[in-house]
């Protein structure tokens, strides 16, 4: 069963995500990732996609309170490593993310890619919600930019999350991509085996495996943020970012990029020019 949120959207996406948490039980169960969560990634030409789904041991309402408000998308994308900027502002009374993404250390913003996104709620209920970020443009040329949330209730004060992550790919971004896979990348993996003809089985490469790991990131960026709603707001942004950190660690081989200490200082700057710069 496909996402969610890919290709036609359901007449009753509630319903339909449910389904998906039904249908992936096994896999959340012995995910070899992290118990409860499943990553999966489709590498299309035109529109590559990745998802994450996740049980979460958080209460729907406090998730769902979190991720309606544009401000905090911001407080936890900022954890991302290639986030470097992000601010919540609202035009016409549309509210929207101001970002922008470069390399994993500190950019002048305008030597960034910006990314203007538009924060859409699509459905907001008792027990689901639908978040989508949406912008006309992405870096390198890519086109459709979308991170997207949905989420629903499970007993026990818990709740089942579904991440996806996608863009439309154009010429610049598909020669770029085949430039960094071929040569900076090339080693670079994600998260799911596959077995390909006269080969043993191996994590994917390419533009799967970098879908896996942004998704992952992300992902990762939401949760951690999550688990700091409760301390006290000048601790809350330094221990999201060492929940966030150690998180990447647990799965090194795909997520090390940068050291400790270097993303601690990093992040930190980065946050402060969040805060000021407009």
């Not at 203007?116 to 390198?140: M, R, Y």
């Not at 040569?183 to 879908?211: S, Y």
């Not at 790991?213 to 999550?226: G, P, V």
Request: glycine fraction near 6%.
């Amino acid at each position: 069963m496909p996402g969610v949120l890919a290709g036609t959207t359901p007449s009753d996406p509630a319903a339909a995500l449910r389904a998906r948490y039904i249908a992936l039980g096994p896999q959340l169960e012995s995910s070899p990732i992290q118990r409860g969560l499943y990553l999966e990634s489709v590498d299309s030409t035109r529109a590559p996609r990745g998802d994450a789904y996740a049980v979460i041991d958080f209460p729907f309402a406090t998730v769902a309170a979190a991720f309606a408000n544009p401000a905090n998308w911001c407080e936890s994308m900022i954890l991302h490593l290639n986030v470097q900027y992000c601010r919540a502002k609202t035009s016409d009374g549309q509210p929207l993310l101001s970002a922008a993404v470069g390399k994993n250390t500190y950019q002048p913003l305008d030597d960034t890619h910006r990314i203007n996104f538009i924060h859409k709620v699509t459905a907001s209920t008792a027990d689901f919600l639908a978040v989508q970020l949406l912008a006309d443009e992405g870096p390198l040329g890519t086109r459709d930019y979308r991170i997207a949330l949905e989420l629903i209730a499970l007993p026990g004060q818990r709740a089942f999350m579904h991440i996806q992550y996608s863009y439309t790919q154009g010429a610049m971004a598909r020669y770029a991509s085949s430039v960094y896979f071929s040569t900076t990348g090339r080693d670079k993996v994600g998260f799911t085996w596959i077995t390909e003809e006269g080969d043993e089985p191996h994590l994917v490469r390419g533009t799967r495996g970098a879908l896996e790991r942004n998704t992952m990131r992300y992902y990762l960026a939401f949760e951690a943020y999550l688990r700091t709603l409760g301390s006290p707001a000048p601790q809350r942004f330094e221990r999201s970012l060492e929940l966030w950190f150690a998180d990447t660690e647990l799965t090194s081989r795909q997520l090390r990029e940068v050291k400790h200490d270097d993303y601690i200082a990093m992040k930190r700057d980065q946050y402060q020019r969040q805060q000021t710069a407009m």
